[in-house]
């Protein structure tokens, strides 16, 4: 991935972007400020999230065992996945044992990250993205900018232009967003009806009782989940929460905080399987992918706690003009900026946590209070300590191989004394001289005196 300076950079070129990402943050913005402003209790909601999602990072372990004994109870078949491979393989492996050559899939930012839709693609399975706008992102083989409006960087026109090049099959359109809803309704209508496997991520899982609960606004989520005889799904182990009464809370915080709604227009549970009801085959993949090491640090490990709601970008003032592209992962904007270089390692995503004004406007619209300013901090120091410390390793390593011969010392002794003045001048260790004097090399060693005076 490009260090996020040289991507944004790109990324701020491109104005139609920036017009697109101002008007949709700004609508759902402003609607989220209207709701959240009708609840009294708004404050004490965010707190009872942030404490429950607190005790599942600390309990974790218990609610897992207790979730996957709650859901095979219930008909389903629980698999574990250490990573991205393991869990891709449990996939595949379901979709080859039913003669699969193509599964629906619900959006899900859990398979993106461990990018279920390429690993089905090299098994010769296509995995087809049924929300409106993931389909117009895999109709162009472009990737998601937004946690919740993957398509935010694309505009209508644009849209009716794909759609003509492709679903429409070259038929006349208009970029009237429901005409254009119409044709992917269409299209997508008869793929739900003939598929065999539906593939699905997972907003919360319920340890008390083994229930998968996902939320969503256009009913596709819905048919992936209910129509397909064999459904899997692929859950991080973060999202549990320890009770069925505890959804009460989260599914108030999160509409709110996402979309600007009440409520989801579609919110989904079930629990196992049900004779003649749904799938008559369920799989839930618990996904760990980096979790259990981002749980290992006091700080960071908050990050765990989202619920990927996506407030945090429509307010963040960097995300706001660079978009999604620039972060190079599937979570972008505040929360990527602190999960991304937890999940990967901090030395493959070293600039993620400087991608922040640091204002704190993302602390305070998070629905569970993840103090991501701090986490940032927290952050950008590790990746200082991580490249200092390799920096400082090359160091050493010359440093010893001349203290390893007279020759090679005293030769080093001479040339610092030719290159010191050129060196500070030319700016090489202007750095270094800013905050400290360095030591003038002596114009003759000790042993260079001693040699001249005694011979
Ligand atoms: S960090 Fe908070 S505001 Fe951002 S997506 Fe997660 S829950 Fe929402």
Redesign the pocket.
């Known amino acids: 991935m490009n260090a996020f300076p040289d991507a944004a950079r790109v990324e701020l070129a491109n104005a139609q972007l920036r017009t697109n990402l101002r008007n949709a943050t700004d609508t759902i913005r402003a609607k989220r400020a209207r709701v959240v402003a009708e609840l009294p209790d708004w404050q004490e909601l965010r707190e009872a999230g942030r404490a429950i999602k607190a005790d599942v990072l600390i309990r974790l372990e218990e609610y897992l065992l207790q979730f996957e004994s709650a859901a095979q109870a219930a008909g389903a078949h629980v698999h574990w996945a250490r990573d991205a491979a393991e869990a891709n393989a449990i996939v595949v492996d379901v979709a080859r044992r039913h003669g699969a050559s193509e599964v629906v899939k619900m959006k899900s930012l859990t398979t993106d990250e461990i990018r279920l839709n390429d690993a089905l693609a090299d098994a010769g399975i296509t995995a087809l993205e049924t929300d409106f706008a993931e389909l117009i992102l895999q109709l162009d083989g472009d990737w998601p900018s937004h946690?919740l409006v993957p398509a935010i960087h694309r505009n209508r026109t644009e849209i009716r232009d794909l759609f003509v090049r492709t679903i429409a099959e070259g038929r006349a359109l208009s970029d009237d967003p429901r005409e254009l809803a119409e044709v992917a309704r269409v299209y997508l209508r008869e793929k739900f009806l003939a598929a065999q496997i539906g593939v699905s991520g997972a907003n919360f899982g319920v340890a008390e009782t083994g229930t998968i609960c996902i939320v969503e606004s256009e009913g596709n989520g819905r048919m992936c989940t209910t129509l397909p005889p064999v459904l899997v799904s692929v859950i991080g182990i973060e999202k549990l929460v320890p009770t069925f009464a505890d959804l009460e809370v989260f599914l108030q915080l999160l509409p709110r905080?996402s979309t600007g709604e009440r409520m989801n227009p579609y919110t989904s549970l079930w629990t196992g399987v049900t004779n003649g009801d749904g799938p008559q085959e369920l799989h839930i993949v618990l996904l760990d992918n980096g979790r259990t090491r981002v749980l290992q640090d006091e700080i960071g490990r908050q990050a765990l706690?989202?619920?990927?709601?996506?407030?945090?970008?429509n307010v963040c003032p960097v995300y706001t003009r660079t978009g999604g592209h620039a972060y190079g992962s599937v979570y972008p904007?505040?929360?990527g900026a602190i999960l991304t270089p937890q999940l990967r390692g901090i030395e493959n995503a070293a600039s993620l946590p400087f991608a922040s004004s640091l204002c704190g406007a993302?602390y305070e619209?998070?629905?569970?209070k993840?103090d991501?300013p701090s986490v940032l901090l927290h952050l950008r120091a590790e990746a200082v300590r991580v490249k200092a410390g390799r920096s400082e390793r090359v160091a050493m390593r010359a440093a010893a191989w001349i203290f390893g011969s007279r020759r090679r010392f005293e030769l080093a002794q001479r040339l610092g004394r030719i290159a010191q003045r050129p060196l500070v001048r030319a700016g090489a260790l202007r750095a270094w001289t800013r905050t400290r004097d360095l030591k003038r090399v002596p114009r003759e060693s000790f042993r260079a005196r001693r040699r001249r005076e005694r011979g």
Do not use: D
Request: proline content about 10%.
């Open positions: 946690i905080s706690a989202c619920i990927r709601c996506s407030a945090c970008l904007g505040p929360i993302c619209v998070c629905p569970v993840i991501i």
